[in-house]
């Protein structure tokens, strides 16, 4: 499967780029992490690369992973402050232009782009949305800086649509893919697989139904334990997608101190990515791709990667050296 018909399969925004300071946030993200990755493709690749501007996601949306509850405390600042885990030093009522709650609005534009990259993938073979990802989000709760969980939410839209039925998440993040592994807890139709440190928060995890917990001291075998998680998730289930957490937090120049377990160099990173995208495209199953974690000015060059190489997968660029 590939792009034939003119499709575009990126998707993104830009409220996309939080603005964090206009919060009133002090805090290491990588904010603009799709911004740079596809300004740096569209002036390198001219008007070939396009993308879609996506749609909020709905509160009926919504309400199909987390409890209604939780959803009407969206709209609160407070909720947001504890979601972000904001110290005293690190939110400044004073400094802001825009209330906290208002990341709400960005996030539900995030979780739509997600959505609509899991149906043009259904329909190409391949799509990314160059954001999103945010796996700590349970039903009842946001953890971790993820407030809405945008991949269950599209999993189930999906499901809801009769667009699909049996899902796998592939979670490569630095830490493991939570909440996802407590929505799809007991769901036999979607399997969750995350790659993660063992070390790293969160220090009490959930059960996927396939867990790799690396440890730093084995973090040399990174590429060979994805490789073997691979091989051994599709032989426990079969998908008709597959979602895939991109998270590059696991790269070396990542910022998140507490990311200091693994630090793998760019060229792994991108081999990893490579292995993903071409695993389940030698067996035509469709992929859809999001950013999930990574910090710092540095982490969009993990990202670039990946989406170059998907667009030479999908035959809307050929294939070539890249830059970053």
């Not at 909440?179 to 697989?193: C, L, W």
């Amino acid at each position: 499967m590939s792009q034939r018909d003119g499709q575009p399969i990126l998707v993104w925004s830009a409220p996309y780029k939080f603005e964090l300071k206009a919060f009133g946030v002090n805090k290491v993200f990588a904010e603009d992490r799709g911004e740079v990755v596809l300004g740096k493709l569209k002036k390198e690749l001219g008007e070939i690369v396009q993308h879609i501007e996506p749609r909020q996601a709905t509160k009926e949306e919504l309400l199909m992973v987390h409890t209604p509850a939780y959803v009407e405390s969206l709209d609160k600042t407070e909720t947001w402050q504890e979601i972000l885990e904001l110290k005293d030093h690190e939110f400044s009522r004073e400094s802001a232009t825009r209330d906290l709650k208002e990341i709400y609005e960005d996030v539900k534009l995030q979780t739509g782009g997600t959505i609509k990259a899991v149906e043009i993938a259904l329909k190409t073979g391949l799509a990314a949305s160059l954001g999103g990802g945010f796996h700590h989000a349970y039903a009842e709760k946001g953890t971790g800086f993820c407030g809405v969980n945008d991949v269950a939410i599209a999993i189930r839209s999906a499901q809801a649509k009769g667009l699909v039925k049996k899902v796998m998440i592939v979670d490569l993040d630095f830490h493991q893919g939570d909440g996802n592994a407590s929505v799809f807890q007991k769901d036999a139709d979607v399997f969750t697989f995350s790659v993660h440190s063992e070390e790293g928060w969160p220090e009490e995890k959930e059960t996927s139904d396939l867990d790799i917990g690396i440890l730093s001291a084995e973090q040399h075998l990174y590429l060979d334990k994805i490789k073997e998680g691979l091989e051994l998730a599709m032989s426990r289930f079969q998908p008709e997608l597959v979602v895939y957490l991109a998270g590059s937090d696991p790269y070396e120049k990542c910022a998140l101190p507490g990311s200091h377990f693994i630090k793998r160099p760019l060229a792994e990173m991108r081999k990893r990515d490579e292995l993903v995208i071409d695993f389940f495209q030698s067996r035509n199953i469709p992929l859809a791709m999001v950013f999930s974690g990574g910090y710092g000015r540095d982490v969009w060059e993990v990202h670039y990667h990946a989406v170059h190489y998907m667009l030479e997968k999908a035959g809307i660029i050929k294939e070539a050296a890249v830059t970053a």
